[in-house]
């Protein structure tokens, strides 16, 4: 068996995935980024490096919200929980600044919410 075979993964979104590494290794390096695949980043700062990646913005948001699925969310979210967009401050403005999950318990801020990519 050739050695990229034993560390394959079976992602849900790779397409997404693929789009947020990349934007990951565009910001921060692929050491650091690597890093925080594995280690974990917030929400936040995720939201953060695909704003300021080569996507443009619209496909960033929506590479986040397709690619969750491949995370390990923490805190542990349970079953049920709804992604809530933030949109910027123009009326009508549909630019997403920030996102927020919304569960049975409360909302946690993107600061608060923690991913690592699933292995």
């Given at each position: 068996?050739?050695?990229?075979?034993?560390?394959?993964?079976?992602?849900?979104?790779?397409?997404?995935?693929?789009?947020?590494?990349?934007?990951l290794?565009?910001?921060?390096?692929?050491?650091?980024?690597?890093?925080?695949?594995?280690?974990?980043?917030?929400?936040?700062?995720l939201?953060?490096?695909?704003?300021?990646?080569?996507?443009?913005?619209?496909?960033?948001?929506?590479?986040?919200?397709?690619?969750?699925?491949?995370?390990v969310?923490?805190?542990?979210?349970?079953?049920?929980?709804?992604?809530?967009?933030?949109?910027?401050?123009?009326?009508?403005?549909?630019?997403?600044?920030?996102?927020?999950?919304?569960?049975?318990?409360?909302?946690?801020?993107?600061?608060?919410?923690?991913?690592?990519?699933?292995?």
């Amino acid at each position: 068996m050739p050695p990229e075979a034993r560390f394959a993964v079976s992602l849900k979104n790779p397409d997404a995935v693929a789009a947020i590494v990349a934007a990951l290794r565009h910001v921060y390096g692929d050491e650091v980024a690597r890093l925080m695949l594995i280690e974990g980043m917030s929400l936040a700062n995720l939201i953060d490096a695909m704003s300021s990646g080569p996507l443009a913005h619209r496909d960033a948001i929506r590479a986040i919200t397709d690619g969750l699925d491949d995370f390990v969310i923490s805190p542990d979210l349970g079953l049920m929980w709804h992604l809530k967009y933030v949109y910027g401050d123009e009326p009508g403005s549909l630019h997403v600044i920030d996102m927020e999950i919304a569960t049975p318990n409360g909302t946690l801020a993107s600061k608060d919410i923690w991913l690592r990519l699933s292995a």
